[in-house]
């Protein structure tokens, strides 16, 4: 009880995704993060005022964080099916050392 | 980007990137916009007295009290980086030996803050032209208004003063510590310009792209009397500004002056 309480303790912190969840995280910080630097320096630009450049700078970051970092359900879209197992498939054997092991 | 940890040293790495980058772009805004200022500064009355540095020196130095009438147009150093401008006005004059570089001593300054700037108790306060000038009240009443509406401490807007026969802020003595009968004196008008991001500019004598040089700004040559008969205290006043506090010499504390 105790030790499946702390494997889902421990898949919430560690919070993994699948492959492709990876690559959509790894373009979503880019995306993000370049377009709040962007819109930040144009509207701040525009109405001549650098604070609201720093404030929506920092909103996007947060944003992007808020995004990315969870391990949100779209992010496991794609899991990675393991392969079966040893015994299911004839006509393999590995041996170490001339002792069969597989 | 597998897990939760090197998700977030990720994102957090870019936002610096992201950061350092935007933050080099708006310095580097501040030089597509133009800025003309201009400066009219006039040596209004000059003295000279005998003083000590302070009570307790056996030494006597001169020192030299330069009132001065200053107008200015400095609005256009406002751009959306900047943070203040420290403005001051010195008095260069030439060594007593030959060879050796000009004098310069600082006899008034101001921090003139931008709009994006928190208030501050040492940003200057313009001194009120009503005060001065009782004629063109009427006059003065819409530029106050105007300043006002700005958000302003000053009647003026932003970078505009016009100072008429103002008291220094400092009497300057010189390393020597006689300064009587010198020739070639000039006041000179000088800032700089503290951005939000970006390198600390100076005043310019030279037009750089859209950036013109400052014109006038610096006063005609006099010379520095001798030392004459007594002088009346209140011609020898120094002009701390309204802006309330101010480390005094011999004080730990900052006074509170006026309101």
Do not use: C
């Not at chain 1, 919430?12 to 993060?33: K, N, P, S």
């Not at chain 1, 995004?67 to 054997?93: C, D, R």
């Not at chain 2, 005998?50 to 751009?79: C, M, Q, V, W």
Request: no cysteine.
């Amino acid at each position: 009880m105790a030790e499946q309480l702390l494997e889902q303790v421990r898949d919430a912190v560690e919070g993994q995704m699948d492959f492709e969840g990876q690559r959509l995280a790894e373009m979503m910080t880019t995306v993000m993060l370049g377009a709040a630097g962007i819109v930040a320096f144009f509207v701040g630009f525009m109405t001549q005022d650098i604070k609201l450049s720093l404030y929506i700078g920092l909103a996007g970051t947060a944003l992007t964080f808020l995004a990315v970092v969870p391990p949100w359900p779209f992010y496991n879209k794609n899991p990675e099916g393991w392969l079966p197992p040893h015994s299911a498939i004839s006509g393999i054997q590995i041996e170490v050392d001339g002792k069969q092991v597989g | 980007m597998h897990s939760t940890l090197v998700r977030v040293q990720n994102v957090f790495g870019f936002f610096t990137t992201v950061a350092f980058t935007v933050a080099a772009v708006i310095a580097l805004s501040t030089f597509i916009h133009p800025q003309f200022p201009s400066a009219t500064v006039q040596l209004r009355n000059v003295q000279i007295v005998r003083g000590r540095p302070n009570y307790y020196s056996y030494k006597k130095e001169e020192y030299a009290h330069i009132k001065f009438s200053l107008d200015t147009d400095l609005s256009t150093l406002f751009n959306w980086n900047t943070k203040q401008v420290f403005l001051y006005l010195k008095a260069v004059y030439p060594p007593n030996k030959a060879g050796q570089p000009h004098s310069e001593a600082i006899i008034w300054d101001a921090i003139l803050p931008a709009a994006s700037a928190p208030w501050h108790q040492n940003h200057y306060i313009h001194p009120d032209p009503r005060k001065s000038q009782s004629k063109n009240s009427k006059a003065k009443n819409k530029v106050k208004a105007k300043g006002k509406a700005a958000g302003l401490d000053s009647p003026y807007k932003r970078g505009e003063l016009h100072l008429s026969d103002s008291n220094p802020k400092y009497r300057i003595t010189d390393i020597s510590g006689k300064l009587q009968n010198r020739t070639d004196v000039r006041l000179e008008l000088g800032w700089n310009v503290q951005p939000w991001v970006g390198a600390l500019t100076w005043a310019n004598k030279n037009k750089y792209g859209v950036w013109e040089a400052l014109e006038g700004g610096e006063s005609d040559k006099f010379d520095f009397p001798s030392i004459g008969g007594k002088k009346k205290a209140d011609d020898l006043a120094t002009e701390k500004g309204q802006e309330g506090h101010r480390l005094e010499v011999g004080g730990d504390q900052p006074i509170k002056r006026g309101s």
